[in-house]
T-cell receptor
Framework: DAKTTQPTSMDCAEGRAANLPCNHS???????VYWYRQIHSQGPQYIIH???NNETNEMASLIITEDRKSSTLILPHATLRDTAVYYC?????????????FGQGTELSVKP | GAVVSQHPSRVICKSGTSVKIECRSL??????MFWYRQFPKKSLMLMAT?????????EQGVEKDKFLINHASLTLSTLTVTSAHPEDSSFYIC??????????FGPGTRLTVL
């Protein structure tokens, strides 16, 4: 599975959009981009995933560049409860729900 | 989403004792479950893949005789930390795959070995 790189930490004002970048320059054509988040002392929570089209659900939007070398997770109206570590993971198609290799993630702090 | 539970949520034990942690899929059957551990301020590290009815597959560097995994049914996997030592103190998290392939995580178990 491709390696991903994310900024170590980010701040966001409550009510504003939080844009979390992820680089995956070695991603292969059949690897999906998955996003999970982990609130302190809890298990990770699935957010969204995509292959090449932009995706949106009730939690977030995922924007994937045309060359698929990077993506951005967007939380449109961040709240204090969105403070968490966000993980971007590249996962091989056919291995969905397979072994997730977590990097260091981005620690997002939403401030009042 | 699907619900995965863990029991206990936290446990304190004496050095040298064994501790069993249960991971259950509450509303679905899971042929595959995973076990992770997480040290403070660190990311999750995959320990092993638990397959129902067969032996677990351990990641490199994880001692299979120390971390015993049993997946006796489609809704239950157990992790037993044998002869626990203080360095085994960690946050242990399981996950389970639903039939369509998505993976859901349990709430974690905080183990403290005195």
């Amino acid at each position: 599975d491709a390696k991903t790189t994310q900024p170590t930490s980010m701040d966001c004002a409550e009510g504003r959009a939080a844009n979390l970048p992820c680089n995956h320059s070695t991603i292969s054509g059949n690897e999906y981009v998955y996003w999970y988040r982990q609130i302190h002392s809890q298990g990770p929570q699935y957010i969204i995933h995509g292959l090449k089209n932009n995706e949106t659900n009730e939690m977030a939007s995922l924007i994937i560049t045309e060359d698929r070398k990077s993506s951005t997770l967007i939380l449109p109206h961040a709240t204090l409860r969105d403070t968490a570590v966000y993980y971007c993971i590249a996962l091989l198609q056919g291995n969905q729900g397979g072994k997730l290799i977590f990097g260091q993630g981005t620690e997002l702090s939403v401030k009042p | 989403g699907a619900v995965v539970s863990q029991h206990p949520s936290r446990v304190i034990c004496k050095s040298g004792t064994s501790v069993k942690i249960e991971c259950r899929s509450l509303d679905f059957q899971a042929t595959t479950m995973f076990w992770y551990r997480q040290f403070p301020k660190k990311s999750l590290m995959l320990m092993a893949t638990s397959n129902e009815g067969s032996k677990a597959t351990y990641e490199q560097g994880v001692e299979k005789d120390k971390f015993l995994i049993n997946h006796a049914s489609l809704t239950l996997s157990t992790l037993t930390v044998t002869s626990a030592h203080p360095e085994d103190s960690s946050f242990y998290i399981c996950s389970a795959i639903i039939p369509v392939g998505e993976q859901f995580f349990g709430p974690g178990t905080r183990l403290t070995v005195l």
